[in-house]
């Protein structure tokens, strides 16, 4: 079964998912909260030289020098691929899933007693 994510649900899934929420309470990552920042165990170097900024909704590794969205972070620390790192999020959040246009035009059509052929 194939299935595709439409680019505005994989934004709502990056930034309506508090990247600090996921990473202590659903991927139970070590974190602590050190300077007054959220700091994680790194899952890529097992360093703490971490933050997330609220603003954009990454954390992010100093040591590694890289930027974790959350579809990443469950991906690098789940070892899920994308598709399953997805359906982990939406789960989380119970995104309904966006409306297509064109079963609702389908069914407009049905509903006056003249589908489209
Ligand atoms: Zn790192």
Not at 1 to 21: A, G, T, Y
Not at 35 to 56: H, K, S, W, Y
Not at 66 to 90: A, E, P
Request: net charge positive; glycine share 6%.
């Amino acid at each position: 079964m194939k299935k595709k994510f439409s680019s505005r649900e994989l934004f709502e899934l990056r930034n309506n998912i508090p990247v600090e929420m996921l990473i202590k309470d659903q991927l139970q990552l070590p974190s602590k909260i050190r300077d007054g920042f959220f700091r994680f165990l790194c899952p890529v170097c097992n360093e703490f030289q971490t933050a997330v900024n609220p603003a954009t909704n990454l954390a992010r590794c100093f040591r590694c020098e890289k930027n974790f969205n959350t579809i990443d972070l469950v991906i690098k620390v789940r070892g899920y691929g994308f598709k399953d790192s997805v359906l982990f999020l939406k789960n989380l959040i119970g995104i309904v899933p966006i409306q297509d246009t064109v079963p609702s035009i389908a069914k407009l059509a049905a509903g006056i007693g003249r589908p489209m052929t």
